[in-house]
């Protein structure tokens, strides 16, 4: 099971939104895997992914992070991730792996008819497929469709609904490009499986008005995403 599978979102948007990604198992393959995590990062990173992370040590869009330094510095056990944005590039990197022969599981995340097409074009039958079946309980409680769709690009929910909130709002006030407020945002996702090109999609059709988030409160930012936001929109206004 992955959190990747509860990205929201229409299929023109989800068309670019795939997620690669490499987990060793405890007492199979966990030991000693810190070798094949790199050379798998180092095949995705040959195809330009939008983002690459794990969860010991971030994603690529923090301060400071060279690509070489960070994947050298993966240790065995942390699954790895990248981000794509067409099914071509996916099926390149799928080809390249498979004549790697890593010896561990790669899974996708992405729509399931594309992703098959992708397995079928790269020579290969996927192993099995999983569904996300959605949201269950109190869904009153969930915010907006248009917030959602920006969080559940982080699976771990490291993007709170009030900083893409400030984010939007940053975008309408021309505070913030698009494009450096998904960057901004992308900082916050630990194991780099956000998005950043979708989000600034997304936050390009808001700042045209194709989209209008329901008005909420923005109170209650975190002091790091605080942080974040100061940062970002200075850099900004210079």
């Known amino acids: 099971m992955t959190n990747t599978l509860h990205r929201q979102g229409k299929e023109e948007s989800l068309n670019r939104d795939f997620v690669v990604f490499m987990t060793a198992a405890p007492g199979i393959n966990r030991e000693g895997s810190a070798p094949t995590l790199q050379a798998f ?3 995705c990173a040959k195809y330009n992914p939008i983002n690459m992370g794990n969860v010991k040590q971030g994603n ?7 690509v070489e330094d960070f994947i050298a510095g993966l240790t065995e056990g942390a699954g790895t991730t990248a981000v794509f944005t067409d099914l071509d590039t996916v099926r390149q990197v799928i080809e390249e792996l498979i004549r790697a022969d890593l010896g561990i599981s790669i899974n996708i995340s992405g729509l399931l008819d594309e992703v098959r097409a992708c397995c079928k074009g790269a020579g290969i ?29 982080c699976g771990h929910g490291m993007i709170s609904f009030n900083f893409i909130r400030k984010m939007i709002e940053y975008v309408k006030l021309r505070r913030l490009t698009p494009k450096k407020a998904a960057r901004i945002m992308a900082k916050c996702c630990e194991c780099g499986a956000f998005n950043p090109a979708r989000a600034e999609m997304l936050l390009e059709k808001v700042r045209k008005g194709d989209l209008t988030p329901s008005e909420k409160s923005v109170s209650g930012l975190s002091a790091g995403e605080a942080s974040l936001l100061s940062k970002g929109a200075s850099k900004e206004a210079r």
Do not use: C, D, K, Y
Not at 60 to 66: A, D, K, L, M
């Open 41 to 43: 990062m180092r095949i």
């Open 60 to 66: 690529i869009h923090q301060n400071g992070v060279e």
């Open 125 to 153: 039958t996927r192993h099995s497929a999983e569904h996300s079946l959605g949201f269950w309980g109190a869904r009153e409680r969930l915010p907006e469709r248009e917030i959602l769709e920006i969080n559940t690009l």
